[in-house]
T-cell receptor, first 111, second 111 residues
């Protein structure tokens, strides 16, 4: 089955700096790659997603890039703010309906 | 719309007890799923359903049963609770396959 690896597991940046989280996947048939943000004690919420026919997608301070050849995708957060502190999960879907999640990155943005 | 709702929010069980975690959605989504979240393990798929009357196993199905008699409801049954089932459980739904909307979660402790 699909295996999604996510790095780093923890990331600390200063306010205003950029943060990058990387994921790799194993199934070349994967065609949908969402990123979820989970604040402490809350449910995961979708922040951005990308499909396999697109190489990059941007939404304000957040961008995702996809390299299908290398089977990896990344989340980029620019001009980080303290409210960006949360756990971020990448996921991949290869046909069917099931999403396979990475183990998460705990991002801390310090003022 | 209430979105995805889960009950109860918290539950404490003794080893060997059974219980049902409830999940409902009012978005007419075809796909529903159950995940468990453990520290450092990300979100792991337990069971999922692609429509009423259709269910399938995910990554960690042992010890859990599901059924889908209506589009709206997707209960998760623990047959004989074990301490290893202590976790936070999230229900999610989507239509079409893609963005998954998560419920608020149920925090389960098995003593």
């Amino acid at each position: 089955g699909e295996n999604v690896e996510q790095h780093p597991s923890t990331l600390s940046v200063q306010e205003g700096d950029s943060a990058v989280i990387k994921c790799t996947y194993s199934d070349s048939a994967s065609n949908y790659f969402p990123w979820y943000k989970q604040e402490l004690g809350k449910r995961p919420q979708l922040i951005i997603d990308i499909r396999s026919n697109v190489g990059e997608k941007k939404d304000q301070r957040i961008a995702v890039t996809l390299n299908k050849t290398a089977k990896h995708f990344s989340l980029h957060i620019t001009e980080t703010q303290p409210e960006d502190s949360a756990v971020y999960f990448c996921a991949a879907k290869a046909g069917g309906y099931a999403l396979n999640f990475g183990k998460g990155t705990s991002l801390l943005v310090t003022p | 719309n209430a979105g995805v709702t889960q009950t109860p929010k918290f539950q404490v069980l003794k080893t060997g007890q059974s219980m049902t975690l409830q999940c409902a959605q009012d978005m007419n989504h075809e796909y529903m799923s159950w995940y468990r979240q453990d520290p450092g393990m990300g979100l792991r798929l337990i069971h999922y359903s692609v429509g009423a009357g259709i269910t399938d196993q995910g990554e960690v199905p042992n010890g859990y049963n599901v059924s889908r008699s209506t589009t709206e409801d997707f209960p998760l049954r623990l047959l004989s609770a074990a301490p290893s089932q202590t976790s936070v459980y999230f229900c999610a739904s989507s239509y079409p396959p893609g963005e998954q909307f998560f419920g608020p979660g149920t925090r389960l402790t098995v003593l």
